[in-house]
């Protein structure tokens, strides 16, 4: 039988979590520090939708079993907190992926 939990969830408008790459340095931080099984999941905008976190288009979300995790990514990136019961084998499955890294940038100076 898979294991549900009541978890943790930091949700915001695609691009506010993961849009410059501190999200993605917050978990290799955390995993690195607490170990590769350390219970927190990152959902795109398609796993939003998958793990039915919100009804509403264009949303990305952090999942985590700590509540002082999400409480401090919300104040470091906003957002809003909520819980939901999940299934932790799904999220391991789909989302145990750090955010991509953010698209690099051409900062030069343009002639």
């Not at 915001?12 to 979590?17: C, D």
Request: hydrophobic content about 30%; overall charge neutral.
């Amino acid at each position: 039988m898979s294991e549900t939990k009541t978890l943790n969830i930091l949700l915001a408008p695609e691009g506010q979590l993961q849009g410059n790459g501190q999200l993605r340095e917050s978990f290799h931080e955390r995993r690195d520090r607490k170990g590769k099984d350390y219970p927190m999941w990152f959902l795109n905008s398609s796993l939003v939708h998958k793990f039915n976190i919100t009804e509403a288009e264009g949303y990305e979300a952090v999942v985590a079993e700590d509540p002082k995790t999400i409480a401090w990514l919300s104040l470091r990136f906003g957002g809003e907190r909520l819980t939901k019961t999940l299934n932790i084998e799904e999220l391991w499955q789909y989302a145990s992926q750090p955010p991509n890294p953010p698209e690099r940038r051409n900062i030069a100076p343009q002639n």
